[in-house]
């Protein structure tokens, strides 16, 4: 069973900057893969940004080059670094972990970007 608790959403302006945090419950290195999706109303949730256990990262189209995803093993927590915002990266941002099978989600985060 992996927990995860998201943090650092809130309300920005149109070109400012946010960072999100999620915090497991288990060593994060233990963990298959890690990652943030996020959610709009009537749409599918998408993928912002994956890392797996081997380092391998994944950004979704419409952020690349905005948002940076890392962790701190020491802390157990995966963080989704977002520069650069726009009105469409208004969202509920959730946290992700795949391990051992199975999937893992966070209560999510709400981002709002006003232009």
């Known amino acids: 069973q992996v927990q995860l608790v998201e943090s650092g959403g809130g309300s920005v302006q149109a070109g400012e900057s946010l960072r999100l945090s999620c915090t497991a419950s288990i060593n994060i290195f233990r963990i298959n893969r890690m990652g943030w999706y996020r959610q709009t109303p009537g749409k599918q949730r998408e993928l912002v940004a994956a890392v797996t256990s081997d380092g391998g990262i994944i950004y979704g189209d419409s952020v690349k080059g905005r948002v940076t995803i890392s962790s701190d093993t020491a802390k157990n927590t995966l963080y989704l670094q977002m520069n650069s915002l726009k009105a469409e990266d208004t969202a509920v941002y959730y946290c992700?972990?795949?391990?051992?099978?199975?999937?893992?989600w966070g209560q999510g985060t709400q981002v709002t970007v006003s232009s």
């Open positions: 992700n972990a795949v391990n051992i099978g199975r999937d893992y």
